[in-house]
Every structure is written in structure tokens, then in C-alpha cells.
Nanobody, 123 residues
Framework: QVRLVESGGGSVQAGESLRLSCTAS????????FCWFRQAPGKEREGLAC????????HYANAVKGRFTVSRDTAKNTVYLQMNNLQLGDTGMYLC????????????????WGQGTQVTVAS
């Protein structure tokens, strides 16, 4: 059974940083690509940052380029999202997703999803 468990969310002030973690089990970590998505109230789910299966490919949404960094640790079966200079618009539920097919991830059609971790940014 595949499980993705996110952690690291919380409430911060604008300008502060957070690091989210997504720990995977039940799959061969090295064969999967991972993406982080954000779901804000009243808005569509938004893809933020993705890391390819070999760790050589990354993709970022324009809204987070230069502020967010995605990375993966094979030894820990964990994908990270380092978020710096958080803004009010970054508030939302952050979800981790995994798929073997890169294009599926980018289309928000991943096979596996976590439950999410809440990030709230206050002014």
C-alpha cells in the first residue's frame, strides 16, 4: 500500500520560511517523480514544484520560482519543499503527489496523493 505523508506545515509571518517533508512508503522511491501542490479555499489546485525520478529534473511554477526549492533524499524516501519569503498568497493546504509518469504529475493527475499539511501565512 502506497502512502505519502506530509509534515512541516504551520503558521508563520510573512517573510518567514518553512520546510515541508513528504515521506513515501510502499513504492520504489527512485522510480517515482514527485510534485508539491497547493489547494487554497475557493481556488483550483495549483502545482508548485516537482522533482523528477533521477533528481536531475525540477519544475517550478512562476509564482514560487526563486522562493521555493524542491529536493529529494533517497536514503530517507523523502521529498522536501523549502519555502522562503512566504507571502499571504502562499496560504493553503500543501499536498504531495507521486507518479512514474512526469506528464501525469504536471497535469495534476498523479496516481498517489498525500493528505496534506496546512500552511498559514499572516501579515
Amino acid at each position: 500500500q502506497v502512502r505519502l505523508v506530509e509534515s512541516g506545515g504551520g503558521s508563520v509571518q510573512a517573510g518567514e520560511s518553512l520546510r515541508l517533508s513528504c515521506t513515501a512508503s510502499g513504492l520504489n522511491f527512485d522510480e517515482y517523480s514527485f510534485c508539491w501542490f497547493r489547494q487554497a479555499p475557493g481556488k483550483e489546485r495549483e502545482g508548485l514544484a516537482c522533482a523528477g525520478w533521477g533528481g536531475y529534473t525540477t519544475h517550478y511554477a512562476n509564482a514560487v520560482k526563486g522562493r521555493f526549492t524542491v529536493s529529494r533524499d533517497t536514503a530517507k524516501n523523502t521529498v522536501y519543499l523549502q519555502m522562503n519569503n512566504l507571502q499571504l498568497g502562499d496560504t493553503g493546504m500543501y499536498l504531495c503527489a507521486a507518479d512514474r509518469v512526469w506528464s501525469q504529475l504536471l497535469r495534476s493527475q498523479a496516481n498517489y496523493w498525500g493528505q496534506g499539511t496546512q500552511v498559514t501565512v499572516a501579515s
